[in-house]
Structures are given as structure tokens and as C-alpha cells.
């Protein structure tokens, strides 16, 4: 999955694991996005959310979510997410 950030927003992506869960639940849910300020993150039993501000303009980056399932599996999937100012 690919998104636009300007660098002033503070926006919300989700991760929706339902499918890759197959009737498990997340357990954990960590989020790292060097480069971009994580303001908040949660996850449902199927969703990991990352509220994510800041970004210099015109750098992609890569959201990375780790989680951990109801049944001890662990994965990991990214998001690209790319700094467009909109002003502009």
C-alpha cells in the first residue's frame, strides 16, 4: 500500500490484518516509522492504527508494523508513505 502525507498533518493509517489472522486476534501491535513522529498508535483484534505527523517533503518513507497474533505468530508489514506539501 502506498499514501500521501503533507508535512503538516498529523493523519491515521490503519493496517487491517483480518484476512492474514484466519480466526486469531492481535495480541500486539507495535509501530516504527523512521523519519516521521508516531503521535499515538492502537490496535483492534483485526486493525493496527499509527497516528503519524512531520516528514520532509518530496522523502518516502516506510511505516513498519509488527504484530504479535492470539496464537504466538508474529509478522510484520509495511506501508510507503510519501511527503507531498499540498500548499503549494
Do not use: C
Not at 490503519?14 to 492474514?20: A, E, G, H, K, P
Amino acid at each position: 500500500m502506498s499514501f500521501v502525507k503533507d508535512p503538516e498533518a498529523v493523519i491515521d493509517y490503519v493496517m487491517d490484518w483480518t484476512f492474514y489472522l484466519a480466526g486469531n486476534t492481535i495480541s500486539t501491535s507495535v509501530w516504527s516509522v523512521p523519519g516521521l513522529t508516531i503521535t499515538s498508535q492502537s490496535h483492534t483484534s483485526t486493525r493496527a492504527t499509527v497516528w503519524l505527523a512531520g516528514g520532509t517533503a518530496y522523502q518516502r518513507y516506510i511505516a513498519r508494523n509488527t504484530i504479535t497474533t492470539s496464537a504466538g505468530q508474529t509478522d510484520v508489514r509495511g506501508i510507503a508513505i510519501t511527503v507531498y506539501p499540498r500548499n503549494q
